[in-house]
């Protein structure tokens, strides 16, 4: 399996745990809870302890005694090993290097939201606003807590790219519940009764595309292609 498979995104943040200091892994999943870092990546017992397993396997960890405090049970400590740091670091960088097609589901929710009735739609995006809204509260917040403490800026850069995103999602959300009220954005007729539209959707993107073809991604410095060469 190559490091890709290998260093998933939960397993960055074990290794990058692990870099500091050798920890078990109530110990992991406590800092991650702390430091907001399911906000990034999924943090769940069994997920992690599967993670920590499978980096011993692949040599990139490796257990470092038993401990156990008072009537709790028995607990591993686990260190980076000197693979685990060159796979960290490796990984960080070819994140940071590439960007990477991740396949969210509100953009593929918003291809196909037509299916759904406009005032459906817009009460489906006011609850999302609202919840967007929500998050970032929480985000500005911890930023605030993390400068009142002195931390290094380079620990928590992370919120400022979040806060902005958040930012950009909910002003952009709001321009579209803007043109979905005043009428800016046309949309089907639904039939109240039956949930179904009152004329078959029209396969716009296929007239479109016969009478001109989008342009497909081209390699730098090559000649755009379209999808149909």
């Known amino acids: 399996m190559g490091a890709r498979g290998t260093v998933t995104p939960l397993a960055v943040a074990v290794l990058a745990l692990l870099d500091e200091r050798p920890r078990h892994p109530y110990d992991m999943h406590q800092a991650l809870l702390e430091r907001g870092m399911d906000r990034l990546v999924k943090v769940r017992p069994g997920s992690l302890y599967h993670t920590v397993a499978r980096l011993t396997g692949c040599e990139l960890i490796r257990a470092d005694g038993v401990d156990r405090d008072g009537r709790r049970p028995e607990r591993t400590t686990y260190r980076i090993t000197s693979a685990g740091r060159a796979a960290l670091r490796d990984r960080v960088a070819e994140l940071l290097r590439t960007p990477a097609a991740e396949y969210p589901g509100f953009p593929l929710a918003l291809a196909e939201a037509h299916n759904l009735p406009k005032e459906q739609v817009r009460e489906l995006l006011a609850e999302r606003r609202a919840q ?53 954005l046309a949309w089907d007729r639904f039939d109240p009764g ?5 004329a078959a959707p029209i396969d716009a993107w296929a007239t479109a595309v016969r009478a001109d073809p989008p342009p497909l991604p081209a390699e730098p410095g090559a000649t755009p292609r379209t999808r149909s060469s």
């Open 132 to 184: 967007l809204g929500g998050d970032l509260d929480e985000i500005r917040a911890l930023g605030v807590w993390a400068g009142d403490h002195a931390l290094p800026r380079r620990y928590w850069m992370v919120l400022t790219y979040l806060r902005t995103m958040l930012e950009a999602e909910i002003g952009w959300v709001d321009a579209l519940l803007g043109d979905l009220d005043d009428g800016t």
């Open 194 to 198: 039956t949930g179904r539209r009152i």
